[in-house]
DNA sequence: GCAAGGAGAATGTGATCACGATTACCGGGC
DNA sequence: GCCCGGTAATCGTGATCACATTCTCCTTGC
């Protein structure tokens, strides 16, 4: 195979400069061109071995090669993208032993969020409640983009679900390590499921949602090991062909 | 307490710009620069709470703000330095709930990865030996640091010690995440050790070397555990000080 | 003596240019 | 038809400047 990468497209994320939105000053450029990119790399919306470049990504988001480059920076330097012996960026591609490294790590650290979750949530039901609600609605959100066959629509809801869950842990530290595991795994994410269909992803999020419910931490644990490893089995497959 | 942070001072890990060492040209000159600078985080020779600027950090290492700024955009994703709101750069600061977190996060990924060292070198048995005598040369280096109550020494052939297991686990991206971990801990880890003195330090190397010998897979995890337990709790208590 | 205020230094950020290396593209020769 | 080679476009990188904001520190007024 060439291994040659693939050529510049548009980038499907890249919204119009907005400058209907009125003179609200930008928060700093630099930071809304990383959260968007970083959204679509986990969203799954860029795939494995895509090219980017500093000028692209800066003509694509409207803005100057300064801001460019340094959520380029950033993204590498987390994993999600990756530089060529060359120094040619891509969305970093996935081999059968990181795939394995990446279950590993995600098996302990997204269990223990989960728990904690449940944990932080145990002296306030109310609190507790209002997660459940939110985890059902965005299941809901989920079955629905099976159903249309939506692989976009279905690759977010799942990383919404999963974050949602982790961000009650209240551990910003940990989830800052996740949410790097995930901007990794994010773009095969999406490979696995338009190649599979959506259909056939199964997950175990109903089971989470009822162990939240009865506070069983147990269950809640083996609900999020289960789901990683159904997921992480399904990218480990196709990894090799990617 | 005013909770400023404090004011530049020479980084003691800026060496000369090595013009002696002939003609080899630099292998791009912010990684040169990141580097440095995340060993003598990783090192704990850069305290919590230390200020650092691009144009302090640039005339430091003898290069333009541009490398600089890179090094510090990867740091900073890294979580290795923090930006307050008003966008001044500083080695992060350690709270009691970031030390339970990191803690969480190491004991599964590091005792996974020491045990894969053990696995990695089950089937190659000279290249186990290999691995002890290289642990064990570091361990006595660290001994040595102690009797000389060297806290720059030790801290470094702590480090060095842990990162040589792993390293023997031939799993990069499992590496790259602890080494993240590591990152955030550095400096922590050095300033207890300085307010306790390296000679109260105590850790479970020789337990895991013995463990590595004997090829004995759940006492090495608990060597490992144990080590980082310790360690970690000494932080936590020193956390709310720093 | 001490707090408030203002001048000046320092900071992060964005923009732009130059340079050397690498890649992609196109045409000619086999 | 296919491979090879040269040329032009594109790439990452480093350097430097401008600018608004923030911080430092000293003066002034009470």
Known sequence: MKRGFARHRPLPAAAPPQSARGKRRAPVVHEEVYARLKRAIIDGQLAPGRALSVRTLASQFSVSAMPAR???????????????????????????????????ARLPLEARLAVRALERTAANLRKREA????????????DRAIERGDVGAYSKANSDFHFALYAAAEAPALLGVVEGLWLQIGPFMRVVIERLGASTMVDQHKEAIDALAAGDAKK???????????????????????
Request: proline fraction near 3%; avoid cysteine.
């Open 220 to 242: 809640l644990e083996n609900a999020i090991r289960l789901d990683i490893l159904e997921g992480m089995s399904k990218i480990g497959e196709a990894s090799g062909k990617v």
């Open 70 to 104: 340094e959520s380029i920076r950033r993204l590498v330097a987390l994993g999600a993208l990756e530089m060529t012996p060359t120094r040619r960026i891509m969305i970093a591609r996935m081999t059968p032993s990181k795939v394995e490294e990446l279950t590993d």
């Open 131 to 142: 997660l459940i609600a939110r985890l059902s609605k965005i299941d809901m959100r989920l």
